[in-house]
């Protein structure tokens, strides 16, 4: 049995981590064009709350998820979550 690994992004948001391909910076303008194609697709998910937006999730099915904390941020809680599972093999 599978076990779902959540991930908060922030504002009580979560994701799925078996989804998320990559956590990424929003700053580039590869990365703008990632977001715009997701808004015309319907597949871009603002997770901000009206914030800067910090962090771009990129998931397998091709959804964009905005988050306004930091991807190193969002990255560790990932790390953590895997972590702590790995732990539980008893």
Known sequence: MTDIKL?????GNIVSASRVIAIVSPESAPIKRI??????RGELIDAT????????IITDS????????QP????????????STNGDDT
Do not use: C, P, Q, W
Request: hydrophobic fraction near 40%.
């Open 7 to 11: 991930i908060n992004i922030g504002f």
């Open 62 to 69: 091709g959804h964009v998820v905005l988050s306004a904390i």
């Open 35 to 40: 977001i715009t194609d997701a808004r015309e």
């Open 72 to 83: 190193e941020t969002v990255a560790n809680r990932f790390v953590t979550s895997k972590e």
């Open 49 to 56: 709350y009206g914030r800067r937006t910090r962090a771009v």
